[in-house]
């Protein structure tokens, strides 16, 4: 699995996979969660599993994986329910969700263990504009402290229980999805290679949704440098260019594409859009 | 003080000079050039490398104080106007009371891409209007066609010649010339059946059917194709009427894209080859007609139609 893209497995990633699932019917959920937690438990990783409410069959199943029991009696792995983790109807704290996983990492870590993985079916979370917005926010703080820390979240998303904007603001704040819509990612990088990384496309179908996914990811300059890791941005469009301008323009600083795309060096300088740069990433 | 004809002249003083020897040019070219050069005015040839070397040859004694432009200036008309309008405003900043250009478009833009030049010399009137420049657009009346022609008596207000100058009463404004419908020559391959069209296409999935076509262009000419492609359907999907039509042809050395909409088109008649000042998909055009080698607008009756062309353009009439 790689750092970026889309996946139809869950399983088979590394130690700080943060995916996003999209799910149409919960059985097929089933298995995904079912592999990327068994893949955790024979990492030696504390598996948690949020359900979505005490009938979720997903619980059941887990618990038909050899040694998940024996498992959840050592306190390697564990069933909750959602509404215990997160509470429903309101507006989580991304700054607050961000210190419990990390405190539970280190947990984990202070445990003997190898790290943490959590599998989350979080559609109740993200009922209303507000929790959309604070869940995305939480999603990009998450995946900066899952660079490199042993942490791996799996997110579920319901389709059938969201709308297709809803799931798009989602899903475009993870490096990793089980669906292209959206079309772009922007995601936490190592800090060496920038303060996020684009990957993927931007253009007229992402003219609403990239403006919120940076405000959301709220990234600080460096030396007056905003630098995006954009090895993996496939195209983006003028309107994607000036917004970025805009963006790094807020932040007194000056934006910086590290892409090999040629055709993002030929619109800032057909713009001559002064706070973005443009410089080759080979 | 502006020195010279277009003393007294405020903005853009615009001449075509239609040589029939090259006696004739220089019977023009050298009084006009020296008069700039002993006005102590920035005088600049941009001739194509034959006539230049005429001028050279003709003139040793000025050639120091002429600046002399690569033919790179004319590679497309939106990229011109870019480099001239901030040629110009810098030698007014640095003080200059006029510039004087004698200039001539390539001999491969009089044939297949003549449309986009033909926009460009009208266009300009408007665009150089802001400093105080007087020049000369070269075209050799025996070897250009009485279409070429007859648009250059149609865009230039004056023709210089060695007798004197003389207002053209068929000049047309920029705003009723660009609003006509321009003869758009069709290119060779268009009269095959497309390699693929697409009907209300995503400006990604587009963009997609460009590399699936690619027949191994230049990396510079697939990309600005790729932006263009997605800006000109962008603009069809957001400003015009559906259905927005895609169709592709490819060639070894090109790709031409039509992208058709049933509504009219952009208002601005500079469209194209001035960016937009706001809204209106013109700031998409702008790009596009400086990242392809030949862009065609056409408001024919059934709607509006963009055609792109990435690669050599310069079909055989």
Known sequence: MGSYGVVEEASGGGRHDHLCWAYEDRAALAGQVV??????????????????????????????IDGFTEAEERGAASVVPADSVYEPDTVIDPYEQVRIYAALTDAAL????????????????????????????????IDRYMVDRPYAALCAYDRAALTDFTVAQLVCMHPLAN?????????????????AALAGELDMTT???????????????????????????????????????????RRDATAVLRTSSRGASHLADLLGVDSVIVESAG | MRSGVAAGHRG?????????????????????????????????????????????????????????????????????????RRLLADHVA??????????????????????????????????????????????DAMNTRGAVLDDVIRTHPRTATPDGHVANDRYTPPPRFLGERRPVEVDPIQLQPPALALTDPSPGAARRAIHDLDPGLAPDDLDGLLIAVSEVVTNGLRHGRPPVRVRYWAAPDRIVVTVHDGGSGPTDPFAGLLPAASGGGGLGLWLSHQLCNHVAL?????GFRVRLTAGNPHTPR
């Not at chain 1, 445990?111 to 993200?126: F, H, I, Q, S």
């Not at chain 2, 001539?104 to 105080?132: C, F, K």
């Open chain 1, 179 to 195: 669906t292209d819509v959206g079309l772009f990612r922007l995601h936490a990088c190592p800090p060496a290679d920038g303060a």
């Open chain 1, 35 to 64: 592999g990327f937690l068994s893949e955790g438990l024979a990492a030696g990783q504390r598996v948690c599993y949020a359900a979505a409410d005490a009938t979720d069959p997903i619980a059941r199943r887990l618990r038909e």
């Open chain 2, 94 to 139: 640095a003080g200059a009371r006029q510039i004087r250009i004698i200039g001539e478009v390539p001999p491969t833009a009089l044939g297949s891409t003549w449309d986009w030049w033909a926009r460009y010399e009208s266009a300009i009137n408007y665009a150089y209007d802001d400093y105080p420049v007087w020049s000369m657009c070269a075209y």
């Open chain 2, 298 to 302: 056409d408001h024919s009756g059934d």
């Open chain 2, 12 to 84: 853009y003083f615009h001449e075509a000079v239609l040589y029939r020897s090259e006696q004739d040019l220089l019977d023009v070219a050298v009084p006009f050039l020296r008069g700039g050069v002993e006005a102590g005015e920035p005088t600049i040839v941009a001739l194509g490398d034959g006539n230049a070397a005429l001028v050279r040859d003709a003139m040793p004694e000025a050639v120091p104080a002429l600046s002399f432009l690569g033919g790179d200036v004319y590679a497309r008309p939106a990229t011109a106007i870019k480099s001239y």
């Open chain 1, 110 to 141: 202070a445990a003997g263990l190898a790290g943490l993985r959590v599998a989350a079916d979080a559609t109740a979370l993200v009922r209303t504009p507000a929790q959309v917005d604070a869940f995305a926010r939480c999603e990009h703080l």
């Open chain 1, 207 to 249: 003219e609403v949704l990239f403006p919120l996914a940076l405000d959301r990811a709220d990234l600080r300059p460096t030396a007056g440098r905003l630098v995006f890791d954009a090895r993996e941005l496939r195209f983006i469009d003028y309107h994607s260019v000036l917004d970025v301008a805009d963006y790094a323009r």
